[in-house]
């Protein structure tokens, strides 16, 4: 358990998974990343000979070449002509030479200064391997931590700058490793705004397969994260990799099939808009990766990321911590709200049971509809009649929590804070705007906007009596053009997260009790970074129940359900125009942090009482859905009719089965149940029906659909004692 350095050998050991490097003549070279090899006799040796064109470090040795070796970090120019994880450039070329100074074992894990790393590591610990190149006077410094409690490593490095000038870093990626040739499939969490987070797996051939974002945020078309698994690798079976990244901006993940076979994948920064100019005696340190293994298949290790971000990654005060089920009024009034339908509308949720009122955009300085007014963070106390104060107060008297949105990155032209500071939108001074949303980006990368952000919400988050909020992001980064020369605008994507962290980290640290959900247009910044600092996600704009399928399957692959804000919005689905019964949609949202975003004033007194079932049956299971383990049933993707999601916690299980279309005239679905224990017995709560494990799991349950207008079930068992 933990590291351990034997000879010229380092052994990272998390649970169930090994890192094992080996120093040779100074290089690094990677001698395993898989399943645990707890004995530390490792005398692996990759099969040397002489491969022509690559390069050789040394003229008596044609055999040896970095080309061919596996390796944990790669460099440019030293003939190894793969992707580098590295690119520095210094004096008049981006050689670098790092060789193994010296290495440490650090109780622990690490904590990095400006940017998120995971948490509770008291029973973690560090191995540091120190690099030197001493012509470019340079120190790189690995770090690998092995948690005891998981199957997942986290690393990152640092790059000292040792000389008298400066150098320029146009690539310091957090995680590269090189793994034997094989039949490999890759598996990326894809999509667009609306359809975030699709699963995509498709076979590695030689070349580079790579998602990335030059958004200036990570993105509703990929997640800053990649599976590799064996082409034969399914649910419960074959080894898997993930890898992902804890930041939130431009990111690049790939993965390499060399000439030769081999695979490399790498993970960090993107190297569009990014340089970073390194003066003398400082150090950049890249953000921090994760690497999570198992040899049991993707729902193995869906479960271990989910454990590992539930535990080391989302704030430990909201991990374990059971969520309010919400009414949030954007679907229900969007900017048409007065005071009196906002307090009719928490009438309501509180007859049905809610626990949290969510008033989003709309309530600040002119904004009447979203052409104007972001950045003016103060209450339009007219359309609020009698100001925020009361209607908190107002709320809270009917025993629901309060919850207010935000979106603090971004500046109308019109708007207050635009005439006074025009210069803090991000833009290329001289040019035109480029607009979305009609709106303009603040430039997190300046000081004084940070400071002035972070004065106004602490402000405002002191004065008021405020529970909950929903921090968003809607648009993207276009014309980076702040910078006093080029390379500083090279550097303002990077500062600008550096600066949103450090608003986030100063907020949410003054004040703990909040919670907030992070979201960008939904799940347009859906990453570890946010979920550092912010333990939930509004995972999509697409708040139709099927469409909602697929994304939260995806988002299964690796993050917690705990992370996933999901409501019951109107019929026909503003959306998708879809109608779907509001039984399958109270059972779609319940497979994760239930809310309601629809005008509850305007429902039926049986579709109130329907609703008010809901909310009381999702108090009862909502243990099992926010603090359980999950297993993935039935793919609700590429065309498939069906999805089924089962839960299990402690001796409740919870089985959510969806039919997408209605078929008539086929048998139903046999549904076989995971996880269970074979001989003890399961009361199914509807019927009373007993069941051993054994039966669900080999046997499985017949999933007929209730007579009437019903497109799902929900299952919900108790193991008897
Ligand atoms: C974004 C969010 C929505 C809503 C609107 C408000 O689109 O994703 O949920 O908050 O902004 O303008």
Request: hydrophobic share 35%; charged share 20%.
């Amino acid at each position: 358990m933990g590291i351990k350095i034997e000879n010229n050998l380092f052994y990272i050991n998390s649970k169930e998974s090994s890192l094992i490097i080996e120093e040779r003549g100074g290089y690094l070279l990677l001698k395993h990343l898989g399943r645990k090899i707890g004995s530390y006799h490792f005398s692996n040796t990759v099969c040397e000979r002489d491969h022509a064109f690559s390069g050789n470090p040394t003229p008596d040795n044609r055999a040896f070449s970095l080309d061919t070796q596996r390796q944990i970090f790669g460099q440019h120019g030293l003939g190894d002509f793969r992707q580098p994880s590295i690119q520095i450039q210094n004096g008049n070329n981006a050689v670098t030479d790092f060789r193994f100074a010296e290495s440490r074992i650090i109780k622990g894990g690490f904590e990095l200064e400006d940017l998120p790393s995971p948490h509770s590591t008291e029973d973690a610990e560090t191995l540091a391997l120190v690099l030197e190149d001493s012509f470019a006077q340079l120190r790189l410094t690995l770090y690998f931590t092995a948690f005891e409690d998981s199957s997942t490593i986290a690393s990152y490095s640092s790059l000292e700058n040792l000389g008298g000038q400066s150098v320029v870093l146009h690539r310091d990626l957090s995680f590269m490793a090189d793994l034997p040739a094989g039949d490999y499939d890759v598996l990326t969490l894809q999509g667009s705004y609306a359809r975030e987070k699709t699963v995509r797996r498709h076979r590695v051939e030689q070349g580079i397969f790579k998602v990335s974002s030059n958004r200036g945020a990570s993105g509703h078309a990929q997640t800053p994260a990649l599976i590799l698994c064996d082409a034969e690798t399914t649910e419960n079976a074959g080894q898997a990799w993930a890898v992902q990244l804890l930041y939130s901006g431009n990111f690049q993940a790939w993965v390499q099939e060399s000439q030769l076979g081999e695979v490399r994948i790498g993970l960090g920064i993107n190297d569009e808009n990014f340089a970073w100019e390194l003066p003398a005696g400082q150090t950049f340190s890249t953000p921090a990766a994760l690497v999570t293994y198992s040899d049991q298949g993707l729902t193995k290790l869906s479960q271990e990321s989910q454990y590992f971000i539930q535990h080391h990654i989302l704030p430990k005060r909201f991990a374990r911590k059971e969520r309010p089920i919400l009414i949030n009024n954007w679907e229900a009034t969007y900017f048409d709200f007065t005071r009196e339908k906002l307090l009719d509308l928490a009438e309501e949720a509180r007859q049905v049971g809610l626990e949290l009122f969510v008033l989003d955009d709309g309530w600040f300085g002119n904004r009447f509809d979203d052409n104007r007014a972001l950045g003016d963070w103060f209450v339009n106390e007219k359309k609020l009649e009698g100001g925020l104060e009361t209607l908190i107060a107002d709320i809270h008297a009917k025993g629901l929590k309060f919850g207010l949105w935000l979106e603090p990155e971004m500046i109308s032209v019109e708007s207050q804070l635009y005439k006074a500071h025009p210069d803090w939108a991000i833009q290329v001074p001289g040019r035109d705007h480029t607009y979305s949303r009609n709106q303009l980006v603040l430039d997190y990368a300046n000081p004084q906007v940070v400071e002035h952000i972070q004065q106004v919400l602490d402000h405002l988050l002191s004065r008021y009596d405020i529970d909950y909020i929903k921090w968003d992001m809607n648009r993207n980064i276009t014309k980076l053009g702040n910078g006093a020369s080029y390379l500083e605008t090279q550097m303002q994507s990077h500062k600008y997260i550096l600066g949103l962290y450090q608003v986030i980290r100063y907020l949410t640290e003054h004040h703990p009790d909040i919670l907030f959900e992070s979201c960008s247009g939904g799940g347009g910044r859906n990453d570890l970074g946010m979920m550092r600092y912010f333990p939930q996600v509004w995972a999509s704009d697409n708040s139709d129940a099927i469409a909602r399928l697929p994304i939260q399957y995806g988002s299964s692959y690796l993050y917690p359900t705990i992370s996933m804000g999901a409501h019951v919005s109107a019929v026909p689905n503003h959306q998708m125009n879809r109608i779907t019964p509001l039984a399958t949609r109270g059972h779609v949202a319940m497979m994760g942090n239930l809310g309601y975003e629809l005008d509850l004033t305007s429902l039926s007194p049986e579709e109130k009482e329907q609703i008010a079932q809901q909310i009381a049956f999702y108090k009862k299971i909502r243990p099992i859905v926010q603090l359980g383990q999950q297993y993935r049933l039935i793919n609700p993707e590429s065309g498939s009719n069906e999805a089924a999601v089962q839960f299990n916690y402690e001796e409740q299980v919870l089985v959510t089965y969806v039919r997408i279309l209605s078929v008539f005239e086929v048998m139903e679905r046999t549904l076989k149940l995971k996880g269970l224990e074979e001989d003890a017995f399961y009361e199914l709560q509807e019927t009373g029906a007993v069941y051993s494990g054994a039966e669900l799991m080999y046997a499985g349950l017949t999933m007929a659909l209730p007579e009437g207008d019903y497109l799902s079930r929900q299952l919900h068992f108790i193991r008897k004692s």
